[in-house]
């Protein structure tokens, strides 16, 4: 069964911070490069941020130094994180985890429910 259960975004003032989280299918996706994507209204979905199974971690220019991928594989399920410091407006954003690249069912880019992030005052 593939599962990719995004959680944790919310409405937070500029300046504040979240943690997302994501339950992955342990069996699939712990062996896989993990990132977080995002997508703002009338913008197409970026990726904002990865992590590689042995750790190593890349970020878009736009949240280098603020946001912080991680990934605990110990558990049955590969849980990603993602902390979000110093949120601008310009984060507002539907928020999924997904592979690098996408994971495809039948050819179908798979995606899960997402999670809400708001910046504003």
């Known amino acids: 069964q593939v599962n990719l259960v995004e959680s944790g975004g919310g409405l937070v003032q500029p300046g504040g911070s979240l943690r997302l989280s994501c339950a992955a299918s342990?069996?699939?996706?712990?062996?896989?490069?993990m990132a977080w994507y995002r997508q703002a209204p009338v913008k197409e979905r970026e990726l904002v941020a990865s992590?590689?199974?042995?750790?190593?971690?890349?970020?878009a220019d736009s949240v280098k130094g603020r946001f912080t991928v991680s990934r605990d594989n110990a558990k049955n399920t590969d849980t990603v994180y993602l902390q979000m410091l110093s949120l601008k407006p310009e984060d507002t954003a539907v928020y999924y985890c997904?592979?690098?690249?996408?994971?495809?069912?039948?050819?179908?880019?798979?995606w899960g429910q997402g999670t809400q992030v708001t910046v504003s005052s």
């Open positions: 997904n592979t690098v690249p996408v994971f495809k069912i039948f050819g179908r880019n798979y």
């Open positions: 342990r069996n699939i996706f712990s062996s896989r490069t």
């Open positions: 992590i590689a199974p042995a750790g190593i971690t890349n970020y």
